[in-house]
């Protein structure tokens, strides 16, 4: 099925740890995009991409970095995971083609940092 | 830069009632306007948006919004409510050029009691 896979689902980071969560999304899309969840805050945007090779800083970039390698990959690093980081994180990715003009997310990365 | 307020942040309503979110944004630019649901704990899903054209757009579920440009708003509604609608909805405002990025409310509860 066409869509945005989100990987790992579920992942528990002691303070300190590195990861690096990964997007990838199968529709040709060329905008990409990283947000985190946090209660009563709604989504807010980490880094996004234009395009394969372009990253951008978004509203809440500190302490994430961001590659975009390949056009249908978009990956989330954390170089030294802290409790602040504890949150859910949603990746998207966009078409504005014509009248089609939509955003697809993927179901979610659930990171817990102790 | 555009902003998102979603006035309330908790709306109780009794089944079958009528209800409203209210969302209000702020833009310098023009934008395009979406509504999404989030159950709990699965990720978002596009209620409806509005891009273009009628000022009243009709999504999934039985959900509708307004689009007042002289208000700035886009104004969430549905005539009768179920259960089944209790869930986290978000508006949300995205720029026509640019980064092209999601800007989100905080979101509003809808608490569908019986």
């Known amino acids: 099925n066409a869509g945005v896979t989100q990987t790992p689902k579920f992942r528990v980071l002691k303070t300190g740890q590195s990861m690096t969560l990964l997007c990838a999304q199968d529709?040709?899309?060329?905008?990409m995009y990283w947000y985190r969840q946090d209660p009563g805050m709604g989504l807010r945007l980490i880094h996004y991409?234009?395009?394969?090779?372009?990253?951008a800083k978004g509203e809440v970039p500190d302490g994430y970095n961001v590659s975009r390698l390949k056009k249908q990959n978009f990956l989330l690093g954390l170089e030294s995971a802290a409790p602040s980081q504890t949150s859910v994180y949603f990746c998207?990715?966009?078409?504005?083609?014509?009248?089609?003009?939509?955003?697809?997310f993927g179901s979610g990365t659930r990171l817990t940092v102790v | 830069a555009q902003s998102v307020t979603q006035l309330d942040s908790q709306v109780p309503v009794f089944e079958e009632a009528p209800v409203e979110l209210r969302c209000n944004y702020s833009?310098?630019?023009?934008?395009?306007l979406f509504w999404y649901v989030q159950y709990p704990n699965q990720g978002l899903q596009l209620l409806l948006k509005?891009?273009?054209?009628?000022?009243l757009v009709k999504g999934i579920n039985g959900f509708e919004a307004e689009f007042n440009k002289s208000q700035t708003s886009f104004h969430l509604r549905k005539p009768s409510v179920h259960i089944s609608d209790t869930a986290e909805y978000f508006c949300?405002?995205?720029?026509?050029?640019?980064?092209?990025?999601?800007?989100f409310g905080s979101g509003t509860r809808l608490q569908v009691q019986p």
């Open positions: 509005y891009l273009s054209g009628s000022t």
């Open positions: 949300a405002v995205s720029d026509l050029k640019g980064r092209r990025a999601l800007t």
């Open positions: 998207a990715s966009s078409s504005f083609a014509a009248t089609r003009v939509g955003y697809t």
């Open positions: 991409s234009v395009g394969e090779g372009t990253t």
């Open positions: 833009s310098s630019v023009s934008v395009y």
């Open positions: 529709m040709n899309h060329e905008y």
